[in-house]
């Protein structure tokens, strides 16, 4: 009940796309008065009919917290508004980029208003889907999500409190962070990888069919959100230029030794006895830059915040008809075994699927024979 | 049956790990003799003991076809070999690269024994996992997966049509390629991908650990083929440098394009009425750069082959719990809808996690109304 504590009353939720209708599903719920305002009558009719709120008349009484849910390149000039709008309200956004809000919304307000910056708190819910609009909008968008908060110098604790609050009030797991530190770490674990992903897919445009026919899972992947909003990204992109490009820029410097390094195999090929002497070295470059990959990757944290290499997993063969996942986790709920994470693999043409199931370690081997015992196809791990 | 017509009676596997203990597992169901050998005594006890066939001895009956699942920097040599010690019987290799390993052979056979190169075509099913050696095969690794063969210039088509049957056995869907082409394509489908991940993966080794907390799902999908062996990419990045180093080149430059955007960006921002005319242009370049993403992506085969596109979604919270995931796939079953795809998501911290399920497009409703009825929260398709 202590993330409840200040909890806010009244939200103005400003801008009703899948974030802002969401979030109005979520606080709806938890009891709060949320008020829904838009530039588009019909986003905000939508939005309301979909039950994220009541639409703000003249004499609504002032918010506790105005969250603005517009897109990046008019957040700042959004809460500029509404800190003038609402004298006593705090002001947050969760536009995906925090220094150059700050920023813009510090230039706008200039040093006669600077007051007003006490009131105002930054954050970013790390929730999306590759759709938008208050139409995908989910009252469990949030639930379990991290949901930053990046108080700039002037907040006041108070207000960076208050939105703290409405992120747990809402399902999500508040983090405090500053906006310089926020913005360094998503052009690492978001802005750069989607640069990267777009890339690698947009190779794909001019591939004759037969060789993207032989495309497997590794790049479903790794290109899974190739599929996102063009728009929203150059906005991101845009507003976080400061902080993705020096991410980019050792990326580039990253490819740029593993292009070398084929290039120098290349030319031993071409002429093998003069360059025998560099023999190790591009071999050694390239094997470097999986390895650190290896590093890289295993620090990414799985379900629950865990490490991936945290569970143990069991692989079995399942059917491709009505009811066969089902029977198979049935089975393992009926021995008490809980499913940590899932991985599903399709072959191409066939009735046949691979599911690699994992568990705790401790319950691997119980798994196994559970399902055997059952009559699954179960494969050992690795 | 017609792909067994001229299927082979005794097959020699030359190499157990994954892929030779796999291919001896899935022909020694199919009646195949598979005779196992390996330069490691261990591994080829080890994978006898599996079930994947029987070691050879000195008065073997000589195999219908040889199958060397050696690395692929030592592939040829054992090609080339084995054509000299069995001077009846075709010969191919699974390497994942197919020119460099048909130009090996072709010169280590050299114009005097050039006749041998009928009987030797290349192949490469395209199966694999992130576990490697004999201890991670299975009989189905190949059950709905495309094995490309790659006959060269001199091969005849019987021998084709040797490894193809053998292929088609073993479960997998054959394909007939140029080496040339093969090459091509997996350069864009799956070594550049691989960098693309490692180097992605490779960035975070150094970030602080609350940044790394904000990874997502996207990153997890991003990186997660960065968990790859670096011994084997090194072999295969060589193998294939000149085809993969065309499509690092091209990624360079495209990465290029959008670091040069996020400069002018910066500069604008720096001294933005200088340089207020050039406004446009950057933001396009970041558009375009994700839009051409969007398209490619596209182009990907799903489940069957069929496209991403071809299928439904329908979001379901799923409480984090033994036999949640049961109770709800056999929810779905019992209303005999398949499960197309599924897509798990994850919260940090919480005890729930939402399913996106795939299904048919025209299942799509009766799905939502199935499970809002036994009571599951289920969200519309965005």
């Not at 700050?102 to 230039?107: D, E």
């Not at 195999?265 to 360059?275: H, K, M, S």
Request: net charge negative.
């Amino acid at each position: 009940m202590s993330e409840q504590r200040g909890a806010p009353g009244v939200v103005r939720v400003i801008g009703t796309g899948l974030i802002g209708a969401s979030l109005g599903l979520a606080l709806g719920r938890r009891g709060v008065d949320v008020v829904l305002e838009d530039p588009s009558p019909t986003a905000v009719a939508l939005a309301r009919d979909l039950g994220a709120g009541r639409v703000g008349v003249d004499d609504d009484p002032p918010p506790d917290l105005v969250v603005v849910a517009a897109p990046p390149d008019v957040a700042a000039t959004v809460v500029v508004g509404a800190l003038t709008r609402w004298p006593d309200a705090v002001v947050t956004d969760v536009a995906s980029v925090k220094t150059s809000v700050l920023a813009a919304v510090r230039s706008a307000v200039g040093p006669r208003r600077s007051g007003q910056l006490v009131r105002y708190v930054g954050s970013h819910p790390m929730a999306g889907r590759e759709r938008s609009g208050a139409v995908a909008a989910q009252a469990d968008l949030f639930e379990g999500r991290s949901w930053v908060v990046c108080p700039g110098p002037q907040a006041v604790p108070e207000a960076t409190e208050l939105v703290r609050a409405t992120a747990a009030l809402a399902g999500a797991a508040p983090v405090t962070m500053s906006p310089e530190e926020h913005d360094r770490a998503v052009a690492v674990v978001s802005h750069a990888p989607q640069v990267a992903a777009s890339l690698v897919a947009g190779r794909l445009r001019d591939l004759p069919d037969p060789a993207v026919s032989l495309s497997g899972q590794g790049l479903r992947d790794v290109t899974r959100i190739a599929a996102s909003d063009p728009l929203l990204w150059t906005q991101i992109l845009t507003g976080n230029a400061d902080a993705v490009l020096p991410v980019l820029d050792a990326l580039a410097a990253d490819l740029e030794e593993v292009r070398s390094a084929l290039r120098t195999l290349l030319a031993e090929t071409a002429a093998p006895r003069q360059e025998a002497s560099r023999d190790g070295a591009p071999r050694g470059v390239l094997a470097r830059a999986v390895a650190r990959g290896n590093a890289g990757h295993a620090r990414i944290p799985g379900k629950h915040g865990a490490a991936p290499t945290a569970y143990g997993s069991v692989v079995v063969l399942v059917p491709d008809e009505p009811g066969a996942l089902g029977r198979l986790f049935q089975d393992m709920g009926v021995a008490g075994i809980n499913l940590e994470d899932l991985h599903l693999e399709h072959g191409i043409g066939q009735p046949v699927g691979l599911a690699e199931l994992a568990v705790l370690p401790s319950a691997v081997e119980r798994l196994q024979q559970v399902l055997t015992d059952k009559g699954w196809r179960v494969h050992p791990p690795g």
